[in-house]
Every structure is written in structure tokens, then in C-alpha cells.
């Protein structure tokens, strides 16, 4: 069975801080891993990343990859309050009927001023 | 140009009533998915469609739930007899196949109150 699993589980931090949020997979046919940040109802697509060791920016926000070691990191620098919401972790991976996303629990940031 | 929609927004039913949500995707969008999150937790799959494939049902809680997909386009999630636990916000996203790498769309959600 596909998983994904994010940590931490929460983080409240204080603007201007960096957080770095991971995403560790076991996937079978792995295709490509996303970032989501959700604040209210629907996610709001971040980055998809596909190949390892590179890195991918917006911003202030930016993550990278690692195939070796199953895994993902999406970091925020100089945080600001609009930076709190749920960050989720999904990994497509192709299987008989189609390519499929599983999704971590996702990390709570809250971000305080 | 117009994204994924989703309706209603909200639906309050009583325990052991059916209820159909509905989404219309992307137009031209070949995959269509269906999640579903409970308060405080991840995202959850339920069901997906590419295209003429058979759907992926892997994630369907039970057989109280179906989805359908018409025509390519429009799909309806549809709960039987539903229970306190099938209360969450239902989601549908759409994508594009794209060379081998695409972005998910999501509609904004129906948030599903089974009182």
C-alpha cells in the first residue's frame, strides 16, 4: 500500500523564521511528488517535483527532492502570518487504471506575528 | 477561464438519506478525481477517472458510495444511506495529461453535514 507521511505534525513559529517541512514516501511506480497549501476548503498547488537534487523556488518558498531516500522538503523562509495554513505532501504514482496521488496528513503552520 | 466547480457548497442531510455531489471539471481536463477531508485530516482519495479507463474505486470507503463520470465531463459522487462519519468537505480535481507531468485543479469543495 501506497503512504506518505509528513512531519511534523504542527509548528507554530514567529515571522521571520524559516520552517522546513518534510514529506517521506513508499510509493510503487513513483511519477512525481507535490506540494499543496491549503488555508480553507481547497489546496492550492505549490510545486511539482520530479526529478532529484533539484530544487524548485517561489518566492519564499522553496523544496527539493531526494529519490534515494524517499523523501521531500519544503522550506519558507522570512515567514509571514498569511503563510499559516495546512502544507500537504501527495506522491502520483502510476498504477493500472491511471496515475494516482496519496497524500500525507499534512504540517499545521501557524505563523505568529 | 472558468475552474472546477462544485455543488452545492453545502448540504446538511439527516442520517440514512442519499445525497448527490456534483463537479464539473476543467473543460478538456482528461482526469478527473474525488477526495475527501474529514476535520483535521489530510486529504483522502476516493476515486478517480482517466479518460475511457474503468475508474480507480480503490478508495471508496464502501459500497454506500459511487461515483459516475458522463461523457468525459461532468461527474456525480453519490453517498446511499449516508452516516455521521460520511460528514467532511468532498473535493473534486481535474487535470490535463501533459507529457508525462501535470497540475492538479481543485474545485472549491462541498461541505457534507450528515446531522
Known amino acids: 500500500e501506497d503512504k506518505v507521511v509528513q512531519s511534523p505534525l504542527s509548528l507554530v513559529v514567529h515571522e521571520g523564521d524559516t520552517v522546513t517541512l518534510n514529506c517521506s514516501y513508499e510509493?510503487?511506480?513513483?511519477?512525481?511528488l507535490l506540494w499543496y497549501k491549503q488555508e480553507k476548503k481547497a489546496p492550492t498547488f505549490l510545486f511539482m517535483l520530479t526529478s532529484s537534487g533539484i530544487e524548485k523556488k517561489s518566492g519564499r518558498l522553496s523544496s527539493i527532492l531526494d529519490k534515494k531516500e524517499l523523501s521531500s522538503i519544503l522550506n519558507i523562509t522570512a515567514t509571514q502570518t498569511g503563510d499559516s495554513a495546512i502544507y500537504l505532501c501527495a506522491v502520483e504514482a502510476r498504477k493500472a487504471a491511471g496515475n494516482k496521488l496519496t497524500f500525507g496528513g499534512g504540517t499545521r503552520v501557524l505563523v505568529k506575528p | 477561464g472558468a475552474g472546477v466547480s462544485q455543488s452545492p457548497s453545502n448540504k446538511v442531510t439527516e442520517k440514512g438519506k442519499d445525497v448527490e455531489l456534483r463537479c464539473d471539471p476543467i473543460s478538456g481536463h482528461t482526469a478527473l478525481y474525488w477526495y475527501r477531508q474529514s476535520l483535521g485530516q489530510g486529504l483522502e482519495f476516493l476515486i478517480y477517472?482517466?479518460?475511457?479507463?474503468?475508474?480507480?474505486k480503490s478508495g471508496l470507503p464502501s459500497d454506500r458510495f459511487s461515483a459516475e463520470r458522463t461523457g468525459g465531463s461532468v461527474s456525480t459522487l453519490t453517498i446511499q444511506r449516508t452516516q455521521q462519519e460520511d460528514s467532511a468537505v468532498y473535493l473534486c480535481?481535474?487535470?490535463?495529461?501533459?507529457?508525462?507531468?501535470?497540475?492538479?485543479?481543485f474545485g472549491p469543495g462541498t461541505r457534507l453535514t450528515v446531522t
Open positions: 477517472f482517466q479518460g475511457n479507463s474503468a475508474p480507480d
Open positions: 510509493v510503487t511506480n513513483f511519477r512525481s
Open positions: 480535481a481535474s487535470s490535463l495529461w501533459l507529457a508525462g507531468a501535470y497540475e492538479q485543479y
